[in-house]
C-alpha cells in the first residue's frame, strides 16, 4: 500500500466514526429519564453514504521526475 493510499484508509475511517448515532444511555443523560428521543438528536455529524459523498483524495505527492 503506497503512502497515498494509506492517508486515504486513514481519512475513510476517521469519517466512519461519524454516523448520525449515539449509545443509548446518552438520550437518558442528556435529556432525563422521561423523555423518549432518537439517540442521532444527540450527534454533531450526520451523514448518509447515499446523500453526501466524503470527496477524500490521497494526499499530493510531489512528482518524481521534477528532481
Request: without cysteine; charged residues 30%; positive net charge.
Amino acid at each position: 500500500m503506497t503512502r497515498a493510499e494509506y492517508h486515504k484508509k486513514v481519512q475513510l475511517a476517521v469519517h466512519t466514526r461519524h454516523t448520525k448515532w449515539a449509545p443509548f444511555w446518552a438520550v437518558v443523560r442528556a435529556f432525563g429519564k422521561g423523555k423518549r428521543t432518537h439517540p442521532s438528536e444527540l450527534t454533531k455529524h450526520r451523514r448518509h453514504w447515499r446523500r453526501t459523498k466524503l470527496k477524500v483524495l490521497p494526499r499530493r505527492t510531489p512528482k518524481s521526475h521534477l528532481g
